[in-house]
């Protein structure tokens, strides 16, 4: 059985920092796009980061873009998230993502359909 468990998140004053982690069990992400997303309320879900060893791919969003560090623990099979100077518009539930839910369709690693398995996602809360 797959499992993204994430933990990190909470409330944090506009211009500090916060580190999400994303521990994956019954899965290698080495062998997988992986993607980070984030959804604000009454808002679609967004890419903030993806990459893909597959296809040599990795996107960062403008909108974190210089404020964002990405790390990984191989031997927890972790995932580590840091996103620098919060800004307000960046509270939301932040979700990790791995996996090919179509291994037959191309589907731009961007795109949430792209992943077979998320974590249950973090609430971010930027106070301003």
């Known amino acids: 059985e797959v499992q993204l468990v994430q933990s990190g998140g909470g409330m944090v004053q506009a211009g500090g920092s916060l580190r999400l982690a994303c521990a994956a069990s019954g899965v290698l992400f080495e062998d997988y796009a992986i993607g980070w997303f984030r959804q604000a309320p009454g808002k679609e879900r967004e890419v903030v980061y993806y990459t893909s060893t597959s296809d040599g791919n990795t996107y960062v969003a403008r909108s974190v873009r210089g404020r964002i560090t990405l790390s990984e623990a191989n031997a927890k099979n972790t995932l580590y998230l840091e996103i620098d100077r919060l800004k307000p518009y960046a509270s939301a539930v932040y979700s990790c993502?791995?996996?090919?839910?179509?291994?037959?369709?191309?589907?731009?690693?961007?795109?949430?359909?792209?992943?077979?398995?998320w974590g249950q996602g973090t609430q971010v809360s930027v106070l301003s």
């Open positions: 993502a791995v996996g090919k839910a179509h291994p037959d369709v191309m589907i731009p690693h961007g795109c949430p359909r792209e992943y077979a398995y």
